[in-house]
């Protein structure tokens, strides 16, 4: 693929009144900067939604290392600033939640509109995906009663002035991390590869997240907005630093990827994870410590992390091995069947418009590799 010019949009939305003329706060706006067709921000109710879970004892974010374990100059200045509220109810109701997934508080976050209601019609277009059994915030008037106690903790803790502070760090994380982003188009080499696009691409950058990232999608309408919520891999002069040129492109390349593979709760594919089932006993073991508990969900991270591989062999051909041995490292037993099944993918596009329509040829070559 030719590398392409990079033009770099780089702008800072600025506070506007946070109270809006009813007397309503207003979250401020996202501190954003731009490039090919990346969107690259520092989310306020992502920033919010992340203090109260730092400020509890034992909740899910807690159990699981999902906290950062840098100790950077921001997290001192949100000890010095909010840990006198971590007693709030918004801390409290997080603190006995019982989240049936990690992924669900951040995806949910996304949902909160500036004056901290629900995006009724976002939520429900991301409900419908899934059966909604499957969330804690199964309805809307759930959901609504968390935003609204961090409405409350908003207000109590004086957040805004906080956020407005530290504008200039954001600014700083985000222009580090653009800094290191490689020459290439990665979102028009993902869309080539998967024969498919979306309408947006945003990268938020999270101080307190941990390692990694998640990867939820929005549809409002015919479009569709795919995210990948990003924490630090390291720390320099206490500044957290969200990884290098080629670490980036990985990772992202996974967490877009989720939006390209949609594997988990798709009832189109129903048929053919029930045929393959049976193998996830040989790994469950292996599969459950990365928090992995489902088949449907096991497939779709051992074919999507098989994808970002053969994505790497353009990129960084000797990353693309070691992370292929990784991957077997990491109990995924099957990758290099997968791996083999996307080359056929990639050699025969004539025949496979996209990825979607070559999943069951990858799941019938494991269930005739792996038989019952």
Partial sequence: MKKMIIAICCFTLLFSGSIQASGEPQLPKPITVTRNGLIMSVRPELELLTIVQYMGKDNMNIRYGLISRFYTNYKKDIDDHFRKYDNHPAVQYYENAAFSAIDEPPAMILFMRPDFTVDEEAYRSYIKQFDSNDFYFDEIEKLQEFFDLLKDFYLASDFESFFKKHIDYYQTILNNTLAILPEENL????????????????????????????????????????????????????????????YFTELEAHEFGHSFIPISGEEHFAEWIEKSEHLLEPISEEMAGLAYSDWDTVLEELILRACVIEMMKYYNPRRAEQLLAEERENGFIYIDTVCKSINKYLAHRAIYKNFNTFIPVIIEDLIVTYPQ
């Fill in 187 to 246: 979102l028009g080499y993902m869309e080539e590869f998967y024969g498919q696009k979306f309408d947006e691409y945003n990268v938020v950058l999270v101080t307190l997240f941990h390692t990694g990232g998640f990867g939820p999608s929005i549809a409002k309408g015919e479009q569709r907005f795919i995210y990948s919520l990003l924490g630090p891999n390291d720390v320099a002069d206490r500044i957290p630093v969200f990884w290098d040129c080629d």
